[in-house]
């Protein structure tokens, strides 16, 4: 089992920044691919980074790409996602997941571990 606890969301003006984290519970978190997701209201999950066990590779979903950078320290069991130059559109729940198949992988039925997220919201 892997216990994800996400924070770093907030209330932020359009371009500006936030940095989310995401705390993993147990020994093994250096198994496990990580990712976030996040969700609108009205909208389905969707893809947004992730990262693999080793932080060597990366994969950002085309919107965010250039804006968001996902980074992971596995002695801190943490996994996070600076967003900068947020935009309206940014405005959803993050979620930070854990897949353990070891392929970077963007859609949300292959990860077996989710944390319970963070609003982000971003004012115009």
């Known amino acids: 089992q892997l216990q994800l606890v996400e924070s770093g969301g907030g209330l932020v003006q359009a371009g500006g920044s936030l940095r989310l984290s995401c705390v993993a519970s147990g020994r093994t978190f250096g198994r496990y691919t990580m990712g976030w997701f996040r969700q609108a209201p009205g909208k389905e999950r969707e893809f947004v980074a992730a990262i693999s066990r080793s932080g060597s590779s990366t994969r950002y979903a085309d919107s965010v790409k250039g804006r968001f950078t996902i980074s992971r320290d596995n002695a801190k069991n943490t996994v996070y996602l600076q967003v900068n130059s947020l935009k309206p559109e940014d405005t959803a729940v993050y979620y930070c997941?854990?897949?353990?198949?070891?392929?970077?992988?963007?859609?949300?039925?292959?990860?077996?571990?989710w944390g319970q997220g963070t609003q982000v919201t971003v004012s115009s």
């Open positions: 997941a854990a897949d353990d198949t070891g392929v970077i992988l963007s859609t949300p039925v292959t990860y077996d571990y």
